[in-house]
């Protein structure tokens, strides 16, 4: 079964996967508090908004159940319950993407490999992640990827990649000139054990509090200690479609509802 097959009705555990019997876990980050969707949510939870004859949050879980029924979402309680039938874990006081995703684990508790997708984010009609899952055997970081113009350079992380084709670093926003590649980052990460033991290691011992720890940063961090890293290209048939400000949820909105 296809995973947007799935997005248009309840969610339900339809999918397993194993890892050479490690199990795999998908994150979902969704503790921010959507300071740019206001003037279209008026205070709701942005991943409620409808998409298509779906939500947002039901298209992505949809899609991260296509590799595994394990499903942790990272939430802010103030943001309301939103009565979906997956684990929710409160984000650890530090700010960033890092720690949203070492919250995904309790204190004490074995380190899974992760697929995570930031939920503001769709893809039609395929998604990256299965592709993506199937290199964690060989790369403790795989990383969604899409061509993006020069005028946009400056608003994603930009990866380079090495002589043999893998991921050498992540800079993040360069200016077009600060940089000949035009491959971004594209909202799905993949981690082994391995990477997901180093991020929580990392984040524990992070004590600027006032100033995010991002991912790019520990990805950037870990390949210089040795870890194997690659990426994985959107297909050139594939939208990527951004629902995390106003002028994006519109025009996924649009695209969606004619499906």
Avoid at 139 to 164: K, M, N, P, R
Wanted: hydrophobic fraction near 40%.
């Amino acid at each position: 079964m296809h995973w947007l097959g799935l997005c248009r009705f309840p969610i339900a555990v339809v999918y397993t996967h194993s890892m050479s019997g490690a199990e795999l876990i998908a994150i979902l980050p969704a503790a921010g508090r959507g300071t740019r969707m206001l003037s279209v949510t008026q205070g709701q939870p942005k991943e409620l908004l409808p998409i298509g004859k779906t939500t947002v949050i039901d298209w992505v879980t949809a899609e991260a159940q296509d590799v595994t029924p394990l499903v942790v979402l990272i939430w802010r309680e103030e943001k309301g319950n939103l009565n979906r039938p997956f684990l929710t874990r409160a984000q650890i006081d530090k700010p960033g993407l890092a720690p949203a995703i070492a919250s995904a684990f309790t204190v004490g508790e074995v380190s899974k490999p992760s697929i995570v997708l930031l939920p503001d984010t769709i893809f039609y009609p395929h998604s990256p992640i299965t592709q993506m899952v199937e290199q964690i055997s060989q790369f403790d970081i795989v990383i969604a990827t899409e061509t993006v113009l020069d005028d946009q350079v400056g608003t994603y992380g930009i990866v380079e990649l090495d002589s043999q084709g893998n991921l050498d670093k992540i800079l993040e926003k360069p200016g077009p000139a600060d940089t000949a590649s035009r491959q971004a980052v594209s909202a799905r990460y993949a981690f082994s054990k391995a990477f997901i033991d180093f991020l929580r290691s990392s984040v524990q011992d992070y004590i600027e509090v006032q100033k995010e720890l991002g991912i790019s940063e520990l990805i950037n961090k870990a390949i210089r200690q040795g870890m194997r890293a690659t990426t994985v290209p959107l297909q050139p048939e594939t939208y990527r479609l951004d629902c995390g400000s106003p002028e994006g949820y519109a025009h996924a909105h649009k695209v969606v509802s004619r499906l």
